[in-house]
């Protein structure tokens, strides 16, 4: 590994992230200007400005030496980035106090930048604005990515980025819309920015103060799941729950459909396999949630609620406007399936991605039929195009990666905190699958915040692996990956 372009790049990421603070420090100079959030946020830009500028300066590397990166370097790029973006971000909810530990704000943070959503707060209400604004915007940063931000702010590292861009990327390939990926990055990015315009704009229109507009269009757009109300979305008219409901959506597809769309081609949407697979899914389990809450007259709004909680958590935002954790059994183990799938590969959400069921469905459909007739040869395709293998054996490998992961963290949790198991695991999947809220005592209406320092950092660490799909964080772990 060349530590000198890893430490070299994440300075310039620090950079970037100290400039973001600049806009939560506005909030809080806005409200009071004396007050301690405005200071440290003002001390944190500064802070962080200058750090970034040192490391940079003793780490500063040549153009030239970028053509030597490794894909070892990349992924502890992406790897480390996540961590020490955290780590930084951290510190504004520590210094002004609003968390009793650092263990409570890394979490807290980590949650923003994985767009997960898990919180430990009971009261977010009594937060000064400054704070929420950038539990917020940590997710909207996060979202679209925080090497896929760098490359399209600052592409230094040539024929490199796409690497480095696929270090990051969720799903099993990352697709080129342009000839250079530092074009694909910003056009992503422009969209990013679109639906997130549209979606303030709207929210807006619909009733929310336009700073409630911003924090909850960056949570839905990211399928974050921050908001600034203790009853998260219950707190809003129906308008407003139904424009969330189109921009969870829009973050569960793959980015990359949305841009072809905007260049003209919108049928592409119903061309894309993983697109179709994912749409029904949702709308079948949309359909058997609403006839069971109107069967057991649990809503006097069966198909909002319906479309709302299962587009929540199947794209892995996790926003609710109800306690579902209260419903009937069947929508809760549909709701688990939704977790543990969670949305198309290339979006902004998490989980195991429909693009993997999708696979693993056709695989086992061949398994089928081959045994009647072995003979028989049945490669596999994704829109029009044969997977290899590798490929698929790879598919097949992350699901088991995932499942240890999973138990590894639930018998931890079981250990550390002593929970019943069904509290244990949800968390586990929650936070590995980017969603929040699970069922038990880290239910919808519930938090994190009674955990111990242990699980949290448990479950911190579940959420940054989640968000860089296991390989990426496993890897820093392996001590090849150090050596150069």
Not at 24 to 31: I, Q
Not at 191 to 202: D, E, K, P, Q
Not at 309 to 319: E, H, M
Not at 426 to 452: D, E, H, Q, R
Request: aromatic residues 16%; contains cysteine; charged residues 15%.
């Amino acid at each position: 590994m060349h530590k000198r372009i890893v430490f070299y790049v994440i300075s310039l990421i620090i950079r970037i992230e100290s400039l973001f603070l600049l806009f939560p420090f506005l909030w809080a100079l806005k409200d009071d200007i004396r007050s301690s959030e405005t200071f440290v946020f003002g001390l944190m830009l500064i802070l962080g400005i200058f750090v970034s500028t040192v490391i940079s300066f003793f780490y500063r590397t040549p153009k030239k030496d970028f053509e030597r990166i490794t894909i070892k370097d990349c992924f502890a790029i992406a790897g480390l980035s996540w961590i020490v973006m955290s780590a930084f971000g951290a510190l504004p909810l520590y210094l002004t106090k609003v968390v009793p530990t650092f263990t409570d704000a890394f979490f807290e943070i980590a949650s923003g930048f994985t767009t997960t959503g898990a919180s430990i707060f009971s009261d977010v209400e009594v937060l000064p604005r400054g704070i929420l604004f950038w539990r917020s915007l940590t997710h909207w940063m996060g979202g679209m990515g925080i090497i896929v931000l760098y490359i399209a702010l600052l592409p230094a590292l040539g024929g490199s980025n796409f690497q480095l861009f696929r270090a990051e990327a969720s799903g099993l390939t990352v697709d080129r819309t342009a000839t250079r990926i530092r074009e694909t990055a910003r056009d992503l990015w422009v969209v990013y920015t679109i639906f997130t315009i549209i979606g303030v704009t709207l929210l807006f229109i619909g009733g929310m103060s336009f700073f409630d507009a911003l924090c909850h269009a960056f949570g839905a757009i990211a399928t974050g799941g921050f908001s600034t109300k203790n009853i998260s979305i219950g707190a809003y008219n129906p308008f407003c729950q139904w424009v969330i409901v189109f921009l969870m959506l829009a973050g569960g597809i793959n980015f990359i459909l949305h841009y072809h769309a905007l260049k003209g081609k919108p049928l592409n949407y119903l061309r894309d396999q993983e697109f179709k697979f994912y749409c029904t899914v949702v709308l079948v389990n949309i359909t058997i949630v609403a006839f069971v809450l109107f069967l057991n007259k649990i809503s006097q709004s069966p198909v909002r609620d319906a479309v709302f909680q299962v587009v929540s958590l199947s794209t892995s935002t996790g926003y609710a406007t109800k306690n579902f954790d209260l419903w009937p059994s069947l929508p809760k183990y549909l709701f688990l399936f939704a977790m543990i799938m969670g949305g198309c590969g290339g979006s902004t959400s998490a989980g195991l991605k429909a693009i993997r069921f999708f696979v693993i469905s056709k695989v086992a459909r061949r398994s089928v039929i081959q045994a009647a007739f072995p003979n028989a040869i049945m490669p596999i395709k994704v829109n029009g195009k044969t997977l290899s293998e590798s490929l698929i054996s790879g598919v097949f490998v992350f699901f088991t990666l995932y499942v240890s992961t999973l138990a590894i963290g639930t018998l931890l949790l079981l250990f550390f905190e002593g929970c019943d198991i069904q509290t244990a695991s949800t968390a586990v999947i929650t936070t590995l699958g980017g969603i929040g809220p699970g069922f038990g005592k880290v239910g919808p209406m519930t938090n994190y915040g009674w955990m111990s320092i242990p699980g949290k950092w448990v479950l911190s660490f579940m959420m940054l692996a989640g968000r860089v799909e296991l390989y990426t964080m496993f890897l820093l772990f392996n001590p090849a990956l150090w050596k150069k």
